[in-house]
């Protein structure tokens, strides 16, 4: 049984840093695309960026760009996504998620997790 299981999300402040964590079970972590999209309360999910199964490609939003870091451990089968001078708008629950095959929308992927509430405060 695949399971994916985000952490670190919490209520931060405006400039504020914040490290997600994404923990793979259940799968050949090296093997698969990792990835992270958000979803806002309203809104559609939306993506934030993947890392190729091979760690060569990388892949970010334009919000993401400069400011948030996708990066994974193979010995733990663990993604990251280390974001720095975050917003109020990049309040969200965030959702990673694994895949052979790359997919611009969440359920395109094959296999994502529960999400972790990230709020940031103005």
């Known amino acids: 049984q695949v399971q994916l299981v985000e952490s670190g999300g919490g209520l931060v402040q405006t400039g504020d840093s914040l490290r997600l964590s994404c923990e793979a079970s259940?799968?050949?972590?090296?093997?698969?695309?990792m990835a992270w999209f958000r979803q806002a309360p309203g809104k559609d999910s939306e993506s934030v960026g993947f890392i190729s199964y091979s760690d060569i490609t990388f892949n970010y939003a334009r919000f993401a760009e400069g400011r948030f870091t996708i990066s994974r451990d193979k010995t733990r089968n663990t993604m990251y996504l280390q974001m720095s001078h975050l917003r109020p708008e990049d309040t969200a629950v965030y959702y990673c998620?694994?895949?052979?095959?790359?997919?611009?929308?969440?359920?395109?992927?094959?296999?994502r997790g529960q999400g972790t509430q990230v709020t940031v405060a103005s």
């Open positions: 998620a694994a895949a052979k095959n790359t997919a611009p929308v969440l359920h395109g992927w094959d296999y």
């Open positions: 259940g799968l050949s972590f090296g093997d698969y695309n």
